[in-house]
């Protein structure tokens, strides 16, 4: 899934909107049991209670992201260093490299997980025709 803020906000407010977004997803996709994992200090402990919100245009977000998360029967926020979320890196590369003449949408990307290592053999023709 990719969005586009159109509002000025701050970096806090954009992380609080994608985990709103992937919140909803989640929700409409009638996900029960949710586990979060966000490279933002700040979100992940604002929304689990262990650090105060003292920007008040943030409380309206918390409150928000509160409200979805009673949606679910089990959720859990995790927080991993920036260093080690590669795949937000990845994905947030990808978006950069996506230009659709639409602006108003853009095609959703997938992307799956696998618990158990996968492995993947790639044979190329060779320029005779054998492999």
Request: charged fraction near 25%; glycine fraction near 4%.
């Amino acid at each position: 899934m990719a969005a586009k803020l159109r509002f000025n906000c701050t970096n806090n407010m954009a992380e609080y909107k994608a985990c709103i977004v992937g919140l909803k997803m989640a929700v409409d996709m009638n996900v029960y049991e949710l586990l979060v994992i966000g490279d933002s200090d700040l979100l992940i402990h604002q929304v689990q209670g262990k650090w105060a919100v003292k920007n008040p245009k943030i409380i309206p977000y918390v409150q928000y992201v509160q409200k979805l998360y009673r949606r679910f029967r089990k959720i859990e926020f995790r927080h991993t260093p920036r260093i080690q979320n590669e795949l937000a890196d990845a994905i947030a590369t990808i978006s950069l490299m996506i230009k659709h003449p639409d602006t108003e949408y853009i095609d959703p990307l997938d992307i799956e997980l696998k618990e158990d290592p996968v492995h993947c053999f790639h044979v190329e023709a060779e320029p005779d025709g054998l492999h």
